[in-house]
């Protein structure tokens, strides 16, 4: 490996110019230790920094490139709509076959409004769910991600029936009130937080195999569960399928549990690399949208052309494929198994969650179901198998709380070197 040298110069001269040196915190590299590498471009299944080292990507922009770097169909696309402009601000047919296509790949999805991020699809989710509802409050799960949005700021841990403490200065606390958090994977404790909000929860958010904890899947029933509850209360069930839309199965997380919920927020996947996102659900609910209903929400690059290319040809080439999902998998499955093999010859304490192309090997002896059992990891134990992992040329994404995201650039061959790389850094932290 080549020393990072431009990356460490470009990381000093960033901090003058942008805050913490990055757009957006994680990149920094602090869960991890270390300094960011800064990236020239990628191919397929291989990303190369600023001073020509090369990684086998298992980041992949933190799930969007499932399809694996520059694919061409994506490329060509993009190069096609560039020529013809790059944004309108006004309707176009693009909008109309990718609204189409969303609808069909997602069931439970009858209209779709496109916007520029997945924040931006939450923050639009609730407030139509409080629009619809006439109703302030809405539930959330500890250690899910909804972006940056001011009412998912909100401290995980504050008691059941207390109101919500914001966790970001700059979130008001007449925002965080509204806003009540439970544990993932306890229907009990849903239960009860309805019960002492009778009437007044609008939604419920959650994303429905967590990702944002690292790899954490629901319980047999769990989500049945919540839907049921939703059902009985009026309260509009929001799966934020950011992460798990397209990259689960072509209905995401809610065709692999089959349940269906009332709205799904997209992002990530949907826009091949672009900045794209959307929210969609119900056609009584989505009605609700201005201009057709009274909620407001808009945007002056939404739907852009060169992004709505991107997601078309992404969305498409998914869509095509009979096996995009079962291949996914078993390269996965080969790659937990493989680490699996590895933990176990060096007697290390693990646990491995995996569903699809979404795992997390947490530094844990003890099962992964929620927040409080994920903040069980030894993180700096993560840290370092992070940095050798790198070391050992493979990229991995830069926190204990994140799942890999496997594309369909890995082939079989480099999962051996996967596996090999994993072996040499887990010895090394041992
Ligand atoms: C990434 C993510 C978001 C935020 O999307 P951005 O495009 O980063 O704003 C929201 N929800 C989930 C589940 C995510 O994984």
């Known amino acids: 490996?080549?020393?990072?040298?431009?990356?460490?110069?470009?990381?000093?001269?960033?901090?003058?110019?942008?805050?913490?040196?990055?757009?957006?915190?994680?990149?920094?590299?602090?869960a991890v230790g270390g300094n960011p590498l800064f990236i020239k471009f990628a191919k397929g299944a291989f990303i190369t920094d600023e001073d020509d080292n090369q990684y086998i990507e298992l980041f992949n922009s933190w799930g969007p490139m499932i399809l694996g770097h520059a694919n061409e169909r994506i490329a060509d696309a993009v190069k096609e709509a560039v020529e013809g402009s790059l944004s309108f601000g006004a309707p176009t047919a693009m909008e109309v076959e990718m609204a189409k296509l969303i609808c069909a790949m997602v069931p439970s999805i009858e209209k779709v409004r496109?916007?520029?991020?997945?924040?931006?699809?939450t923050m639009s989710a609730i407030r139509l769910a409080r629009g619809y509802t006439g109703r302030d409050k809405?539930?959330?799960?500890?250690?899910?991600?909804?972006?940056?949005?001011?009412?998912?700021?909100?401290?995980?841990?504050?008691?059941?029936?207390?109101?919500?403490?914001p966790n970001s200065p700059g979130v008001t606390r007449g925002?965080?009130?509204?806003?009540?958090?439970?544990?993932?994977?306890?229907?009990?404790?849903?239960?009860?937080?309805?019960?002492?909000?009778?009437?007044?929860?609008?939604?419920?958010?959650?994303?429905?195999?967590?990702?944002?904890?690292?790899c954490t899947l629901p319980a047999e029933g769990y989500l049945q569960g919540m839907r049921?509850?939703?059902?009985?209360?009026?309260?509009?069930?929001?799966?934020?399928?950011?992460?798990?839309g397209f990259r689960l199965s072509k209905a995401g997380a809610q065709g692999v549990y089959d349940v269906k919920p009332d709205l799904t927020t997209l992002g990530k996947i949907i826009g091949g690399g672009m900045p794209v996102g959307a929210y969609g659900g119900k056609k009584e609910i989505m009605d609700y949208v201005s201009p057709q209903g009274?909620?407001?929400?808009?945007?002056?690059?939404?739907?852009?052309?060169?992004?709505?290319?991107?997601?078309?040809?992404?969305?498409?080439?998914?869509?095509?494929?009979?096996?995009?999902?079962?291949?996914?998998?078993?390269?996965?499955?080969?790659?937990?198994?493989?680490?699996?093999?590895?933990?176990?010859?060096?007697?290390?304490?693990?646990?491995?969650?995996?569903?699809?192309?979404?795992?997390?090997?947490?530094?844990?002896?003890?099962?992964?179901?929620?927040?409080?059992?994920?903040?069980?990891?030894?993180?700096?134990?993560?840290?370092l198998y992070f940095r050798e992992m790198l070391n050992n040329g493979v990229y991995l994404p830069p926190s204990q709380f994140e799942t890999l995201f496997i594309s369909t650039s890995i082939t079989e061959d480099l999962v051996g070197r996967i596996v090999e790389a994993n072996r040499t850094a887990l010895k090394k932290i041992h």
Request: charged share 20%; proline share 3%.
């Open 294 to 383: 009274p909620v407001y929400q808009a945007g002056t690059l939404s739907g852009n052309p060169v992004a709505m290319a991107a997601g078309m040809a992404m969305l498409t080439q998914i869509n095509e494929s009979e096996s995009i999902y079962t291949d996914l998998a078993n390269t996965t499955e080969a790659i937990e198994k493989g680490f699996q093999a590895n933990l176990d010859e060096l007697g290390l304490g693990y646990t491995m969650n995996r569903i699809g192309s979404m795992v997390s090997l947490f530094f844990t002896d003890q099962k992964v179901i929620d927040f409080d059992t994920a903040k069980s990891s030894n993180t700096e134990k993560f840290g």
């Open 228 to 244: 049921e509850l939703c059902d009985a209360n009026g309260i509009v069930l929001i799966f934020d399928e950011v992460m798990t």
């Open 114 to 121: 496109m916007v520029n991020s997945g924040t931006e699809a």
């Open 138 to 165: 809405m539930i959330k799960f500890e250690g899910c991600y909804h972006g940056h949005g001011d009412s998912f700021l909100i401290a995980a841990g504050s008691g059941v029936m207390t109101l919500g403490e």
């Open 175 to 214: 925002v965080a009130k509204d806003t009540l958090t439970v544990p993932f994977n306890d229907l009990e404790r849903l239960e009860e937080v309805i019960n002492a909000n009778k009437d007044q929860v609008a939604a419920i958010i959650v994303e429905p195999v967590a990702g944002n904890m690292g």
């Open 1 to 30: 490996m080549n020393s990072p040298v431009k990356s460490q110069r470009l990381f000093e001269e960033a901090q003058h110019f942008i805050p913490g040196g990055v757009n957006s915190p994680v990149r920094a590299f602090k």
